[in-house]
């Protein structure tokens, strides 16, 4: 027999609804909407250990596969407002920081490492790049990382 382990894409209403409530369990603990596990679970209607066998399994095709993440590191000059600018650029093309990182200063740069998950469609790695290489201060930009 041969064994399948990828991901496939199935509409939920032909699943058993264990899955989705699982899901719902996960949505209401990362919403902080609950103060514990145990009130979850209880809220959705299953046990603990129904949670724990499937949550590690099971996302929802968005959280699974539509987030694009990427990481850039850059060189800033050192002077006041260079970072913000980034940072409103970032704003500007509708994606969510995840991880900032800015060392400290050394011959009048410094480097920056950011993550961020894009929501827009519109915009990749490459014109996300070109982007932050127009931003008065800017001295380097590269793409660490694509998902």
Not at 8 to 28: A, G, Q
Not at 89 to 116: E, G, R
Not at 133 to 145: E, S
Request: glycine share 4%; aromatic share 10%.
């Amino acid at each position: 027999m041969n064994s399948f382990s990828g991901f496939l894409v199935i509409d939920s209403r032909v699943l058993p609804e264990i899955y989705n409530k699982v899901l719902e369990v996960k949505k209401l603990i990362a919403g902080k909407q609950v103060k514990s596990l145990a009130e979850a679970c209880k809220i959705s209607g299953i046990s603990r250990s129904a949670y724990y066998k499937y949550k590690d399994y099971i996302f929802s095709y968005e959280e699974k596969y539509t987030q694009r993440i990427l990481t850039f590191y850059a060189v800033l000059q050192d002077r006041a407002g260079v970072l913000a600018n980034v940072l409103s650029f970032f704003y500007s093309i509708d994606a969510n920081i995840l991880t900032l990182n800015q060392c400290i200063p050394v011959d009048s740069v410094a480097t920056v490492t950011v993550s961020l998950k894009l929501n827009s469609e519109k915009y990749n790695a490459d014109n996300i790049k070109s982007g932050l290489a127009h931003i008065d201060g800017v001295v380097d930009v590269r793409v660490l990382n694509r998902e």
